[in-house]
Nanobody
Framework: QVHLVESGGGLVQAGGSLRLSCAAS????????MAWFRQAPGKERQFVAV????????NYADSVKGRFTISRDNAKNTVYLQMNSLKPEDTAVYYC?????????????????WGQGTQVTVSS
């Protein structure tokens, strides 16, 4: 079992920045690919970014490329999402998730552990 707790969400103006954190406890954090997903009101949950268990590769949704950066600190059992140049359409609940697969994926069903989410609201 891996327990995930997100933090760092809040209200920010368009063009601003936020840094989300996801702290993991339980099984060995470095064994898991870690990803961020988000869900806006009335919409399906969507992939945002993923970082491989080794930290050696990352992937992003087209909508956030160049603005968001995912990183991890395996010594601290934490994954981060640095969000810059935020837009109102980035408003959503952001979830971190853990996947034990060898290859990092954007597919939501591969992720077996999820946090409770943190709200990000971007005002125009």
């Amino acid at each position: 079992q891996v327990h995930l707790v997100e933090s760092g969400g809040g209200l920010v103006q368009a063009g601003g920045s936020l840094r989300l954190s996801c702290a993991a406890s339980g099984r060995t954090f470095s064994n898991y690919n870690m990803a961020w997903f988000r869900q806006a009101p009335g919409k399906e949950r969507q992939f945002v970014a993923v970082i491989r268990w080794s930290g050696g590769s990352t992937n992003y949704a087209d909508s956030v490329k160049g603005r968001f950066t995912i990183s991890r600190d395996n010594a601290k059992n934490t994954v981060y999402l640095q969000m810059n140049s935020l837009k109102p359409e980035d408003t959503a609940v952001y979830y971190c998730a853990a996947d034990p697969s060898w290859i990092a994926t954007m597919t939501m069903t591969s992720y077996i552990y999820w946090g409770q989410g943190t709200q990000v609201t971007v005002s125009s």
